[in-house]
């Protein structure tokens, strides 16, 4: 008896060295409100989810570049947030017909950033869900890899010709625009082939 008791404690002991350790954080009355509010208004399910979610947002934009305030690196290239509204004003004065060009040369300078920083070899079709997922840590949209389409809900660069260039500059592929309006459907006419590029 006192043996199946021993077996039991040991074999609890072992069960809680291998579960997730607890930790405890003193959160400020305003940041406690705060989390509260986001709860109640239904735009997170719980505090354990927002911290798991706050922490994969961290790891995934690698905060732990930020040098001060306002300079952000994700290895050789410098991050900033931008409003929109400047993005598109840039663009609005940029004629139509280099749109393209424009955004595969984005693409491009995407594409080494990428490869340098994260190691991400972004022309391989086999990556690039992990390259579409870095799109989306990185506030472009939510992009969505099925069969030989591209689908980008809430795109950050709401034209069609740039956002294609610069996904053909990116992926090193050819694009056919399906829709011209959010959400785009984009159609790869030929992916290149991993082989070459590992």
Same mark, same amino acid.
Do not use: H
């Given at each position: 008896?006192?043996?199946? #008791?021993? #077996?039991? *404690?040991?074999?609890?002991m072992k069960k809680s060295d291998e579960s997730a350790k607890r930790t405890t954080i003193i959160l400020e009355k305003e940041e406690r409100e705060y989390i509260d509010s986001l709860i109640r208004e239904g735009k997170e399910?719980?505090? %354990?989810?927002?911290? !798991? ?13 930020? &040098? ?8 050789? !290239? ?13 663009? #609005?004065?940029?004629?139509?017909? %280099?749109?393209? =060009?424009?955004?595969?040369?984005? =693409?491009?300078?995407?594409? @080494? !950033? ?6 991400? +070899?972004? $022309?391989?079709?086999?990556?690039? +869900?992990? @390259?579409? %997922?870095?799109? &989306?840590? +990185? =506030? ?7 069969? %030989? /389409?591209?689908?980008?809900? $809430?795109? /950050? ?7 294609? =260039?610069?996904?053909?500059?990116? *992926? ?6 399906? $829709? !011209? ?7 790869? #006419? ?9």
């Amino acid at each position: 008896m006192q043996e199946d #008791k021993e #077996k039991k *404690l040991e074999e609890l002991m072992k069960k809680s060295d291998e579960s997730a350790k607890r930790t405890t954080i003193i959160l400020e009355k305003e940041e406690r409100e705060y989390i509260d509010s986001l709860i109640r208004e239904g735009k997170e399910p719980g505090i %354990k989810p927002l911290i !798991s979610k706050m922490l994969d947002v961290y790891r995934s934009m690698m905060i732990y570049d930020w &040098r001060f305030p306002g300079e952000y690196y994700c290895g050789i !290239s410098r991050i900033a947030f931008i409003n929109l509204e400047l993005v598109n004003i840039l663009i #609005k004065y940029i004629p139509e017909e %280099k749109w393209r =060009g424009i955004g595969r040369e984005m =693409g491009e300078a995407t594409k @080494v !950033s990428m490869e340098t920083s994260l190691g991400i +070899q972004t $022309t391989n079709p086999e990556r690039w +869900q992990e @390259v579409l %997922k870095r799109l &989306r840590i +990185q =506030g472009f949209g939510d992009f969505y890899l099925k069969d %030989k /389409y591209i689908l980008i809900k $809430t795109p /950050y660069i709401d034209y069609t010709d740039m956002l294609a =260039g610069f996904l053909e500059g990116l *992926l090193s592929t050819e694009l056919d625009i399906k $829709t !011209s309006s959010p959400p785009f459907v984009f159609e790869i #006419k030929e992916k290149p082939s991993s082989a070459t590029n590992e």
